[in-house]
């Protein structure tokens, strides 16, 4: 952190300041040039906010030079986090696919998924016992039994599972489940974040805020982080804008930004970033190409049946053949 001090400044004033730098373990460097004079700050500039020093008489304006995030920074960890979601790679080369149902509905629905996703290639099963609804008459979710019935698709196929964790009270119900999705809409539920963090080192899969910025999404991770569980792989699900065309507007150069500033795994949701089934093909092919670490899908037997997001879900059938293409593009691109 660069602090600029005011033309005219007086000297007293500067002293007080840089006491107060002291006082919060950081040691100031003053340079004073002949139009202006800086003080540099060496030390951990975390915990100081900027907009108290700024705030000061004697201070001009302060500037931020390192990010405020440190664990989720690849600065401070040059290697790529690979997460291992019981098995299921994600991350440094380790392509995965999260495909399943919006939300579980019924065992049969759940098991019958599972199978079809699996014999397309997808790594993990996802589906929404805890569903976070825009309105309260919409279908809610079905809760514990929804996490039972992921159990059992979990028992017949072997895919691990993803579900979503809305309040921190569910968790132990959560015992099976072996990445924990926390949802773009508790994105900044920090409560929960830290709760997530401290208690267990389960994967967490943190979707991004619909109107939250990269900096914010990875301030995010580093509550998860700094609580103690550093496998969190990040998850790019379209950022609300002025078009209302699409359900959300994807914001896919985010995943070579967000792989410069972090280490860790960027994953794309092209189900909710378009709204649309017949785009998510083309979508998942883009992000592939782009660099993505893997993608969460939603995919139905039914979707015109769907007790929720029918309209962006793959069938089975279109997501087979997303999942060949997918393949074959990460084989003439990355020769894997
Ligand atoms: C979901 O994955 O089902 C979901 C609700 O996603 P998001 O939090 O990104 O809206
Ligand atoms: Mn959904």
């Known amino acids: 952190m660069i602090i600029i001090i005011k033309k005219n400044a007086d000297e007293a004033q500067v002293e007080n300041l840089k006491t107060l730098l002291r006082s919060k373990h950081i040691e100031p ?3 004073k040039g002949s139009l202006q004079t800086l003080i540099g700050c060496v030390g951990d500039v975390a915990h100081l906010d900027p907009g108290l020093i700024e705030a000061l008489d004697v201070v001009e304006s302060v500037q931020r030079i390192q990010e405020p995030y440190k664990a989720a920074n690849r600065k401070f960890h040059p290697d790529d986090t690979v997460v291992d979601c019981a098995g299921a790679k994600i991350g440094g080369g380790h392509f995965g696919v999260i495909a399943g149902p919006c939300s579980v509905e019924s065992e049969e629905q759940i098991v019958g998924i599972a199978r079809a996703v699996k014999a397309a290639g997808a790594a993990m099963l996802r589906g929404g016992a805890f569903k976070p609804r825009t309105s309260p008459y919409s ?4 809760g514990a039994d929804g996490l039972k019935m992921l159990s059992v698709a979990k028992k017949e196929t072997g895919l691990p599972i993803v579900t979503e964790l809305m309040d921190f009270k569910d968790i132990e119900l959560f015992n099976d489940v072996d990445v924990i999705q926390i949802g773009a809409r508790n994105m900044q539920n920090f409560q929960l974040l830290k ?3 401290s208690y267990t080192t389960k994967p967490v899969l943190l979707k991004r805020g619909m109107s939250a910025t990269l900096q ?3 301030m995010s991770a580093e509550y998860v982080m700094s609580s103690g569980n550093p496998n969190v792989i990040l998850c790019e699900r379209g950022i609300r804008t002025f078009e209302t065309a699409l359900r959300n507007t994807l914001d896919l150069g985010v995943v070579p930004l967000l792989h410069r500033l972090s280490h860790l795994p960027v994953i794309v949701d092209p189900s909710h970033a378009t709204g649309y089934a017949y785009m998510v093909d083309a979508v998942s092919v883009a992000a592939a190409a782009i660099g993505a670490d893997g ?6 037997n039914d979707p015109p049946h769907a007790k929720c997001d029918g ?4 069938t089975p059938e279109m997501f087979a ?3 060949r293409k997918i393949s074959a593009l990460r084989k003439s691109l990355f020769n894997a």
């Open 216 to 218: 914010e999404l990875l």
């Open 311 to 314: 309209a962006q879900s793959q």
């Open 295 to 300: 993608l969460i899908i939603e995919v139905h």
């Open 139 to 142: 279908f809610q979710g079905l």
């Open 321 to 323: 053949g997303t999942m």
């Open 29 to 31: 460097h003053v340079s």
């Open 195 to 197: 709760e997530v963090g």
